[in-house]
């Protein structure tokens, strides 16, 4: 929602809004010259003089919403965050970025890469970019990048040119009601796609690849990334290898399709394909991926390769994914946004070789009910990864409460044993905790869609005073 914000303000626009709490989000907004309100209330509606032409609601927001409540009443236009952006989109060539996981990655890192060209892209990011703050920024470039939310398909008002789908995997059930449904949802995504644009589909996630044959069949033109990638215009990783702090992966371009030809930087492969080693700055083989998924992209855009290698290389991260909080007393805290199954046993696994030898503690919290009661198991799971876990209460979000619906219901599945596995629904008790559990040279990532984003800073400063 500020990142619609932000655009409009940059394009002329008189902006107010309101949230349930002050933040630096809202203290940015009013330095743009937004009038924000802390609390909902139908008067906020005149907060700009005459009052507003429209109202733009984000998917958290409840029917009975005093603000929302009030726009009906007076007959103001209520638009979803999605037809805003779409609007915002006009005259833009669009590059859209979907899937279950990695959206936010894969379109930072994308704007990063165009940016680095020269191209100055607009963009809407579903988190803020550690280069510049901020998430969306209106370019005089022609080129608008979004990130596209499938949550309640709202992403079907979109029409890119380039949409890339990093992968298909069950979410959002509490919407979408069934695996089929959110399926389905993609399907219709892909008609979105404009006539001459392409599909950009991860080949080793097997909702994606399913996705991408069904593309095929359509005539849309597919371009696929990934270990197992094949076909005109693929990148085929054929290695990773973790280097520093990030990571380096081998890509083996093939250049039978796509804009962008045969040139310099990089050494020749199989049947005269290439050979580009494609280095990026944060950790894992996922986030190696979705550098792989933004080159190509950012090459459908008309990108110079070499110069989209170098953005890809210095991409700084985004807030919330694997963000480095701070050290004490030898130990590393991180924070990270994972909040479904396979996000955080991904991250746990990237974050294995940063902590090395020594332990790696992960506090998480689980973001909503339904989410909570449908994939307990496999949280738990992918905890397991980690060496120690604490686990907080649910984060409800937009849910209500539902009975025996806890925190407890992924420790106690979490086959780590006594001793390694917290449940602590307490929040001023979790530093204490997590000091108790660590050492030197030790890591702890905190991780979750909700509120303990905030217990990082507190558990340096606990350890700190250790």
């Known amino acids: 929602m500020s990142g619609i914000a932000r655009i409009l303000l940059a394009r002329g626009a008189k902006v107010s809004g309101s949230d349930a709490k002050d933040s630096r989000t809202v203290l940015a907004l009013r330095a743009q010259g937004a009038e924000i309100a802390v609390g909902h209330d139908g008067a906020n509606l005149d907060q700009l003089s005459g009052g507003p032409t429209s109202v733009v609601v984000s998917t958290a927001i409840r029917e009975d919403n005093p603000e929302l409540v009030a726009a009906r009443e007076r007959g103001v236009v209520v638009l979803r965050r999605a037809e805003a952006l779409a609007a915002l989109m006009l005259d833009h060539r669009v590059a859209c970025v979907a899937g279950t996981h990695g959206k936010t990655s894969t379109t930072s890192m994308l704007t990063v890469a165009l940016q680095h060209c020269r191209m100055d892209p607009s963009f809407a990011i579903g988190g803020d970019l550690n280069e510049s703050g901020a998430n969306a920024h209106q370019g005089a470039g022609g080129v608008f990048v979004a990130e596209a939310d499938e949550s309640d398909g709202s992403f079907l008002f979109f029409a890119p040119s380039v949409a890339v789908v990093t992968n298909v995997e069950a979410d959002h059930l509490d919407h ?7 399926v389905a949802v993609f399907d219709s995504f892909l008609e979105r796609i404009q006539p001459d644009g392409v599909l950009i589909a991860c080949a080793d996630d097997p909702g994606s690849a399913a996705l991408a044959e069904r593309a095929a069949k359509l005539g849309i033109r597919v371009r696929q990334y990934g270990r197992t990638a094949t076909g005109p215009g ?11 702090s990030g990571g380096v992966a081998r890509v083996e371009l093939d250049g039978s399709d796509g804009p962008d ?6 050494d020749g492969g199989s049947d005269g394909n290439e050979v580009l080693d494609v280095k990026v700055a944060v950790p894992g083989e996922h986030m190696a991926a979705n ?22 290389a210095a991409f700084g991260g985004v807030r919330r994914r694997f963000e480095f909080k701070g050290q004490a007393r030898g130990v590393r805290v991180y924070d990270d946004y994972a909040h479904h199954p396979t996000e955080v046993s991904a991250q746990i696994t990237a974050a294995r070789p940063v902590a090395g ?8 919290q689980p973001h909503l009910y339904s989410r909570t009661r449908l994939f307990a ?16 209460d649910v984060y409800g979000a937009r849910e209500q409460p539902e009975p025996g619906v806890t925190g407890a219901l992924v420790s106690g599945r979490v086959p780590l044993g006594v001793g390694k596995v917290f449940y602590e629904p307490s929040f001023d008790r979790v530093p204490a905790l997590v000091a108790g559990l660590v050492e030197e040279g030790d890591v702890v990532v905190t991780m979750g869609a909700g509120d303990v984003t905030m217990l990082g800073p507190e558990i340096v400063w606990e350890l700190d005073r250790a």
């Open 176 to 182: 979408h009601g069934t695996v089929e449904a959110y």
């Open 234 to 244: 693929s990148a085929r990783m054929v290695d990773y290898r973790p280097a520093d």
């Open 261 to 266: 030809g045969a040139h310099g930087g990089s």
């Open 291 to 312: 550098a792989v998924a933004a080159l190509l992209a950012a090459l459908e855009l008309g990108a110079d390769r070499d110069r989209v290698l170098a953005g890809l």
């Open 357 to 364: 030898e020594g332990k790696l503690v992960v506090v998480f």
């Open 377 to 392: 198991e496999e949280f738990a799971a992918a905890l397991g990864l980690a060496d120690a876990v604490v686990v907080l």
